[in-house]
């Protein structure tokens, strides 16, 4: 089933509250793939577990599915640091989520944001690129081979954000924009 068009969805549980959980519970209603993100704040970034055993227990804990993707926002609101310290808590951050998450984990960000945070590190490449964009600044085509600069060793994304132009008022998931692999 899908939702406008769309079969899935990206859920941040960073903060794994009940609106989080409503989300979820509005998407699977609607039969949608659901996918994870999760934005690393200031105690997680000197100690990662503060971050991923949390939002691991709260996807556990309800019963949430566990085969979409998880990303780890890496972006300007990000209180990241010096490069060095940054790659050690993401380097942190992608194992613990590999060793207790069984469906892929990925980065999402965009080139200015991975340059300030890793000065353009390859060392993620492997990762699924989640592209994001800022609200107002997406473009409209689903397509990921549309125009891409590639960076961090990636040659296109393997999902990107885009604008639908649609606003899904009428359900319980915030959707101001979709992404599309």
Known sequence: MKNHGHDRVIINISEHTEISLKYASAALALGMEINYVLVPGYASIPNPEALVKPALAFIKSNNLPQ???LFINLSYTNPWGFTSSNMQAITSIVQLLKEGYPGPVGIQSISKAWDTITRNTDAFKALPLYQTCSIGHCDEKPDVNTPFTP????????????????????CDLMGLTVFAY
């Open 151 to 170: 960076y961090g060793g990636w040659i296109k994304p393997t999902y990107k954000m885009y604008d639908t132009g649609e606003r899904y008022r009428d």
């Open 67 to 69: 085969t979409g993707s």
